[in-house]
């Protein structure tokens, strides 16, 4: 088995997950097994379509069974504790593992009433700061133009956040982050060797040359980021609490699965006091990367951080 470190889990895995960080620790919170045949559920009690190339059907005992079309079977077991992976045969292993750790992961944490958000972040010396938004929007560019700054990255699209007596923690994940073409071409990123998300996609993974040193930060400020080509800086206001909740709610990561799995009162809990712990804003930005010079300046200048 190897074992891996991911947000707040001890992955064991019976094949390589080369996107994740080792760890001698082999006190498992997940396996993942590679399996000739899922086992079977017996009464499934809810069945649909989660989007174009995924199918979901849930067992009355809590079992999550997610098919991705032409590439891969998975199982969540109803312990939350293992997953079990059957590949279709010809299909792309790094195109499972991408939606491995993300999607089923995902599936697998909000059935542990574990609500990640879609988001990157950054270290300072007074605490994480998130950026939360949409696919394509500009998270992991963001947090890499921050990183270049001197503000090490923890975690990229996908954030864990944990409330402790009133404060946010968000947790270490991937040693890399994915930048699209344009965003390796602003940073001078050469693409030649580097593995790309999807063989669909022109979008690369780039590791993190400095990394932090320990697992859990708390957490100093969260941005939703937004496009605004009228625009030509960046523009940062605070939000209303009712904004702040609908952000949460709508940046959960596969948000549409809190519904599936019947967790909507949980979902709407949990965002309602992570509004009381963590000042939430929302960063306007225009797309053309060249008018980006201002927004480190900006962001540290919002939240006080020394720079």
Not at 140 to 155: K, V, Y
Not at 252 to 263: C, D, E, M, N, S
């Amino acid at each position: 088995m190897f074992y891996y470190q991911l947000h707040n889990l001890i992955i064991a895995s019976s094949f390589e997950l080369n996107e994740l960080e080792q760890t001698q620790d082999t006190s498992a919170h997940v396996t993942v097994t590679m399996v000739k045949q899922l086992p079977e559920i017996k009464e499934v009690i809810k069945e649909g379509k989660y989007y174009r190339d995924l199918d979901y059907r849930i067992g009355a005992q809590g079992q999550i069974q997610l098919t991705f079309q032409g590439l891969f079977d998975s199982m969540i077991h109803q312990d939350s504790q293992r997953i079990y992976v059957k590949m279709v045969e010809g299909s792309s292993l790094q195109e499972m593992k991408t939606h491995l750790l993300g999607t089923v992961l995902s599936f697998l944490l909000l059935n542990k009433s574990q609500f990640p958000i879609h988001a990157s972040a950054i270290s300072t010396d007074e605490g994480a700061i998130l950026f939360m938004g949409h696919s394509g929007v500009g998270k992991s560019t963001t947090a890499t133009l921050m990183m270049r700054a001197g503000f090490p990255i923890i975690s990229d699209d996908v954030c864990l956040i944990e409330l402790q007596k009133e404060q946010a923690w968000v947790s270490y994940a991937f040693p890399q982050v994915k930048l699209w073409e344009e965003s390796t071409a602003y940073f001078n990123i050469p693409t030649k060797e580097l593995e790309i998300v999807s063989n669909e996609r022109a979008k690369y993974k780039v590791p993190l040359t400095k990394k932090v040193t320990q697992n859990s930060f708390p957490i100093k400020a969260i941005f939703e980021i937004d496009f605004n080509d009228q625009l030509k800086g960046i523009q940062i206001r605070s939000k209303t609490t009712m904004d702040k909740l609908q952000a949460l709610l709508k940046h959960t990561y596969r948000h549409h699965a809190v519904k599936i799995l019947g967790l909507e009162k949980a979902h709407f809990e949990y965002c309602s006091k992570l509004i009381e712990a963590v000042p939430i804003y929302h960063l306007q930005r225009p797309k053309d990367l060249n008018l980006l010079d201002e927004l480190v300046d900006r962001v540290v200048k919002q939240t006080q951080i020394t720079s």
